[in-house]
């Protein structure tokens, strides 16, 4: 292991890499010019890459900290014909340490000769007690061959490693504050730096530097706002010697979430101000600003930089409560840089053919019943299995798993029924192709079946008639009659089969199914209709009335759901009803007993029921019982909750619905949840039984719809105090708003009902005529999409995004003209002038003509 801090050689050696690709003769770039080929060993090349995980920027408390960075990574090479060096880094701290007080750590590799010292733990870092940091991580590796005309080996990727700096912080958190909490915490997080060279297969190889960062959680004012980031993310500079590329490889997204709701922070530079609960707002400003990758890719340099992934600032604010204090956070500081020589550099050619493929599945000699079945193996890692059928038309493709090898793929069109051979080959990045495996197997895609005799609607006096007909050789027949199995049998190997009733056949009609399966698992079906008819013709006799043998006559039951059962006739249908109510149906079994349970509550009380049974459209007659269904014992109210437990809950055992809120004690504690003490379980001002039978809101979350305003307060009515001035109407100080509580944003103008209660900061400087002010905080209508009837919603003034000409300049969506200039704010935008300054005017003239009308809006 090598410890060295010199960042100054690196940022020197880029510089020189730059000014070279810029210095290259534009042949080079001329397109006439056949492709360069690649240099051997030894070639001049170069790559960097850094990474940091934290940076910090920090004026709270006692410390007052700037441009010091909290985990530091970062991979180098030079190469020339002369000589050639790679270094990885993996260092506690970067930037600017004087006067801190902090002291570097760091593990460094170079080669030649290679060398990986394997991960230790660097010098803690002491910020106490505004900030605490975790532990610290280093591991590098790096290589470089002391013989200058030989590549360092490929490892499983297909990369050539020159240098891999890994940086890993069990994590950072701010000291927390009064009213406050927990400024900001970062968790587990890491970056890592590695340049490498990437065969592409046919001899040439570009130069790539690349930097990773993970980025855990983020927490930020105890856990009001929280970030969150797409990981890993990736940077990266690759040449080929002619063009240089540089950027994310996976752009990452950034999201906010502050009370449920997600604000996507866009990767443009411009800070995102956050908007913090009600209680946060007037004490701290917070903006959170997502950067792009600036590409600096020059001819055949790679160059790509991130001032930071996102940067967090948080101010908090001198309101005599607390100290005014600042931190800004950059999160993950990203460059990376590559340049190759003229064709790119040159690890050799592979002229060796990949081994064959191995078909695992389907199987020899397998018969399947899909016709797109999937193809899987293994093959040489990172290889293209390409299947064909016997004509050498492709079936389907996959590329083979880099490290096992794996690889599966499916025909996009169905394959032919019948057997067939298939064949796998695999092709190599540089062309060469594998010898062929190769597998036969059936495809079975259908069955069929047909019932011969009897034929469909025929009568006949044999109650255990043959039935016959043709399928598919091999394949299994059964018939059955409503589900119940009446003869099986087996197609012989010339198409036909018949089979008997194992049991006779009672009078009347029966409807028989046949179903084929074959060996594959195809089936179809075939039915036919037969009348047995014993007395030589006439109307058959409707089968005798079922027999219902429990609950027997005159029994109590304590089931408000009882299972009623009795005796029929074999395969018979069984109805129960209650009145001209169904309570459930049965199929009489071979044995003759049916059985079912109520589909519906019986109350307390005497009940009769009668069954009847059908075959085929046959119906008998009723067999009736009586019975009485009884409470549980010990349930005296009845209200499914055994006294036992009422005493438990502290309910009253004699009265259904103890706090009187529409809902039984029982339905409260074994269905809704809620408290059957408390008429108002989540105390939002709303019954329990009004919430669930008249609102549909829950009655144990007391904001339903997530917006901050509770679902009594949405009910009821919200008094929003401000003033506001709409077109064409009185002025009004106060108005009274009744929300859905179902629905987070009643008028779906993009800003939640509770937002609009709770009021928005707009902070925008109006100029009118006599004197200039500045929009405060403004309270809109959350039931209009324009509270002031202006011509525009509330949340464009609110955002200013109608006003783009103007700087997106705000107005105020509780005035109908902002400016005080005679002309609603709507018209102004339309009129392509600024409603937040009244010198702007409208330049339509037939807009400027109103503002000598009667006005746009009355005033009281």
């Avoid at 005599?320 to 460059?335: K, Q």
Wanted: hydrophobic share 30%.
């Amino acid at each position: 292991m090598h410890r060295r801090h010199d960042r100054s050689r690196g940022r020197s050696t880029r510089t020189l890499a730059i000014a070279t690709a810029i210095a290259l003769p534009g042949s080079f770039l001329a397109f006439a010019q056949p492709p360069a080929a690649a240099a051997p060993l030894p070639a001049a090349y170069s790559a960097d890459a850094h990474g940091d995980i934290v940076g910090l920027d920090v004026d709270l408390l006692s410390l007052d900290l700037a441009g010091v960075a909290v985990g530091h990574s970062r991979s180098t090479v030079e190469s020339s014909v002369e000589a050639g060096t790679s270094s990885a880094n993996a260092a506690n701290l970067d930037g600017t340490l004087i006067g801190t007080g902090l002291t570097l750590d760091e593990q460094s590799t170079v080669a030649p000769p290679s060398g990986d010292p394997g991960a230790e733990g660097l010098l803690a870092v002491d910020l106490a007690p505004v900030v605490t940091v975790g532990a610290i991580t280093g591991d590098t590796r790096a290589a470089c061959e002391e013989d200058l005309g030989t590549c360092v080996a490929a490892d499983a990727d297909g990369d050539r490693v020159l240098s891999d700096a890994r940086t890993t912080l069990a994590g950072l958190s701010l000291t927390s504050l009064p009213g406050l909490g927990t400024l900001a915490d970062v968790t587990a997080s890491e970056t890592r730096t590695r340049t490498f060279l990437d065969d592409d297969g046919a001899g040439s190889s570009d130069v790539v530097s690349r930097t990773t960062t993970t980025v855990g959680d983020i927490s930020l004012l105890g856990g009001a706002v929280t970030v969150d980031v797409t990981s890993p993310v990736v940077l990266e500079a690759r040449s080929d010697g002619t063009t240089g590329t540089a950027g994310y490889t996976n752009p990452p997204t950034v999201v906010a979430t502050v009370g449920g709701q997600q604000v996507t922070i866009p990767a443009d530079g411009q800070p995102e101000p956050i908007d913090l609960p009600l209680l946060l707002d007037p004490l701290v400003d917070l903006s959170i600003t997502a950067y792009p990758a600036e590409d600096l890719s020059a001819g055949p340099t790679g160059a790509a930089t991130a001032d930071a992934l996102l940067s967090i600032s948080l101010d908090v604010l001198d309101v005599g409560v607390l100290d005014a204090a600042s931190v800004d956070l950059d999160i993950a500081p990203m460059s990376v840089e590559a340049t190759a020589p003229e064709g790119g550099v040159e690890c050799g050619v592979d002229d060796e053919a990949p081994a064959a493929p191995v078909i695992v599945t389907p199987a020899d000699g397998e018969l399947t019943d899909d016709p797109t079945p999937e193809f899987s193996g293994t093959a040489e890692p990172g290889s293209t299995v390409v299947v064909e059928d016997a004509q050498g038309n492709e079936v389907c493709s996959a590329e083979a798993a880099p490290v096992t090898g794996a690889w599966s793929c499916s025909p996009a069109q169905p394959l032919p029924d019948g057997e067939a051979t298939y064949t796998a080959t695999a092709t190599d990045d540089a062309g060469n192709t594998s010898p062929e495996d190769s597998v036969t197997f059936e495809i079975d895609t259908a069955t069929t079946v047909t019932i011969v005799t009897p034929a469909d609607g025929s009568t006949t006096d044999d109650t255990t008639p043959t039935i016959t007909g043709t399928g598919e050789a091999g394949a299994t027949i059964e018939v059955t009659e409503n589900g119940i199995p009446v003869c099986q049998t087996t197609v012989g190997p010339q198409g036909g089969w018949s089979c008997t009733p194992t049991l006779p056949l009672l009078p009347g009609d029966h409807t028989l199914t046949a179903t084929a399966t074959d060996e594959a698992g195809n089936t179809d079906t075939d039915t036919v209709t037969i009348t047995i008819d014993l007395e030589g013709g006439g109307e058959p006799a409707p089968p005798a009335a079922p027999d219902i043998t429990s609950p027997a006559p005159g029994a109590t039951v304590q089931d408000t759901t009882p299972a009623i059962s009795g005796t029929g006739q074999p395969g018979a249908t069984v109805e129960v009803q209650e009145g001209s109510v169904l309570l459930c149906t049965a199929v009489v079994g071979d044995d003759g007993r049916w059985s079912c349970s109520s589909g519906v509550v019986l109350q307390p009380g005497p009940h009769t029921v009668t069954a009847t049974q059908t075959i085929g459209d046959r119906t008998s007659g009723a067999d009736t019982v009586t019975f009485t269904v009884v409470p549980a014992p010990g349930d005296a109210d009845g209200d499914n909750l055994p006294d036992q437990q009422e005493g438990t809950t502290g309910t009253d055992p004699n009265d259904p619905d103890t706090d009187d809120d529409g809902l039984s004690d029982g339905q409260e504690v074994n269905t809704t949840g809620t408290d059957p003490l408390d008429d108002d379980t989540d105390g939002d001002g709303l019954t329990d039984g009004a919430e669930v039978d008249v609102h549909g809101t829950a009655p144990t979350d007391a904001d339903t719809d997530d917006d901050r305003i509770t679902d009594g307060r949405e009910v009821a009515g919200v008094r929003i105090r401000q003033r506001f001035e709409v077109c064409g109407r009185k002025a009004r100080t106060a108005i009274l708003v009744r929300t859905n509580p179902l629905s987070k944003d009643t008028d779906k103008d993009g800003l939640s009902d509770g937002t609009e209660v709770r009021g928005v900061k707009i902070k925008q400087k109006v100029r009118t005529k006599k004197k200039s002010f500045k929009i405060g905080k403004t309270r809109t209508n959350p039931t209009k999409k324009d509270s002031d009837r202006d011509g525009l919603k509330d949340k464009v003034e609110v955002t200013g995004s109608a006003n783009k000409r103007f700087g997106r300049d705000r107005t105020d969506p509780t005035k109908c003209d902002t400016d005080r200039g005679g002309v609603r704010d709507g018209a102004e935008v339309r009129a392509r002038s600024n409603p937040a300054d009244w010198r702007s005017g409208p330049r339509d003239p037939r807009v400027r003509e109103s503002r000598t009308g009667a006005g746009t809006f009355g005033v009281g």
